[in-house]
């Protein structure tokens, strides 16, 4: 074997080892999932204030993601630096708040440095640490316990397998929080509005109608030859079929015309209503386009009806139209 082929397996071996450790740190904090635990999540869920996430080095970068995890998915947050902090920042907190400070070890000078002063604020502190009798974890109201049997570092020096506990312990726990509180794709949306995914969650079928701005419809008296001419101009691929009253009773496509063409050759001279189909799945214009378009999906249709509140039919939305608005 050469060096180069040694060489190749020795990082493959390292890279898959650095895997396996980290993945077996986080499936190991599922006993830290418990009655404290749940302790912590009801504390949070009474705050009257906001919840700060403090953390220095390596677990401070974890706690500023997770300070915008838990503000994203509805409990506000954000992160405070412990160094920060004692030159100032410390009035950001109020005895309202929920400082949850994060170290491995639960020594780091500038989070011990801040303890007392949280205290003396009244603010309640959760620990989120390895460290169960240090002097953060003996500072704390709550303590999480996010302990790793090793670093995934082949040093077992470099933050690794702990900092991975944290980000994963905090996102179970903001999580959690998110499921208590009943959060809803609307209100996921209401902190989202950028973006593709702001779009995807914020654009109604309303808006998707705008994109065309047609509304094909045809009597159900009509004959198909009439309903074809009406397809045509407005450029959809199909049209709503509406009785007398205008209320809306089918929908016709050209799918529907290219079946019906196999067994009546005679097409032209039937009436709209012996061709559309009865009864067709529908939308009203003030739900998501998200939904219009997972409706679509599910019953498998191209071209969705959009009605009001009366029944009468005001548009279709396609594939197309979700296309041209973005929401796919």
Do not use: W
């Not at 920060?84 to 170290?103: F, N, P, Q, R, Y």
């Not at 679509?296 to 191209?302: A, F, Q």
Request: aromatic letters at 4%; hydrophobic letters at 45%.
């Amino acid at each position: 074997m050469t060096i180069e082929n040694n060489l190749d397996n020795n990082i493959k071996q390292q890279a898959r080892e650095v895997l396996e450790i980290e993945a077996n740190a986080i499936l190991n904090l599922k006993n830290s999932v418990n009655d404290k635990f749940i302790e912590v999540v009801k504390e949070i869920l009474k705050c009257e204030d906001r919840i700060i996430m403090t953390g220095m080095g390596k677990a401070g970068v974890i706690a500023k993601k997770l300070a915008a995890t838990l503000a994203s998915t509805g409990t506000p947050s954000f992160f405070l630096h412990p160094a920060e902090a004692i030159h100032g920042d410390l009035g950001m907190i109020t005895d309202k708040d929920i400082v949850i400070a994060i170290s491995n070890s639960g020594e780091s000078d500038e989070i011990v440095d801040i303890l007392p002063f949280i205290k003396r604020i009244g603010a309640k502190i959760i620990a989120m640490t390895g460290g169960l009798s240090s002097t953060l974890a003996q500072n704390a109201d709550y303590i999480l316990d996010t302990s790793v049997e090793r670093e995934a570092c082949p040093l077992n020096l470099a933050p690794t397998a702990s900092t991975t506990a944290m980000l994963a312990f905090g996102d179970a726990l903001a999580l959690a929080l998110l499921k208590a509180r009943d959060f809803q794709p609307k209100d996921f949306a209401l902190y989202h509005p950028g973006g593709s995914l702001g779009k995807k969650l914020l654009l109604t079928v309303a808006d998707v109608l705008n994109v065309r701005e047609s509304n094909p419809i045809v009597i159900e008296e009509l004959t198909l030859k009439e309903t074809l001419f009406e397809m045509t101009s407005s450029r959809m691929g199909a049209i709503n079929v509406i009785n007398n009253e205008g209320e809306l009773v089918g929908i016709i496509t050209d799918g529907d015309i290219r079946r019906e063409l196999e067994k009546n050759s005679d097409l032209l001279t039937m009436k709209a209503k012996e061709v559309m189909t009865k009864d067709p799945v529908v939308i009203t214009a003030e739900r998501l386009a998200v939904e219009a378009l997972k409706l679509m999906e599910d019953k498998e249709i191209n071209d969705l009806p959009i009605i009001d509140d009366k029944g009468n039919p005001i548009g279709i939305v396609n594939f197309q139209d979700l296309l041209k608005a973005g929401v796919l």
